[in-house]
């Protein structure tokens, strides 16, 4: 999967939280954002403000300057979350 939908940006997110094994309570926590905003997000609704958006992924640990600082590669969402449960099966 690559991402190129809101969708895809929410599953990241989920995908992170929950390897994180955070609820949605406890990332809002960790954010200015409230819970709503956070489910909200993972549920791919669009209309999101970027700013909130880069601040929760960074939180998250997750860094997607690498996949912007080349714009002929593309982000591959399904590498990225088999990386990162092999990290967290690690732990």
Partial sequence: MRIKSTHDIGALIRDRRLAHGWTLDDLAERTPMSRRWVANVEAGKSGVAVGPL??????LGVDLSA???DTSAEFDLD???GNLR??????
């Fill in 54 to 59: 880069l601040s929760l992924l960074a939180v």
């Fill in 67 to 69: 996949a912007l600082s």
């Fill in 79 to 81: 590498s990225y979350l």
């Fill in 86 to 91: 092999k990290e967290t099966s690690e732990d």
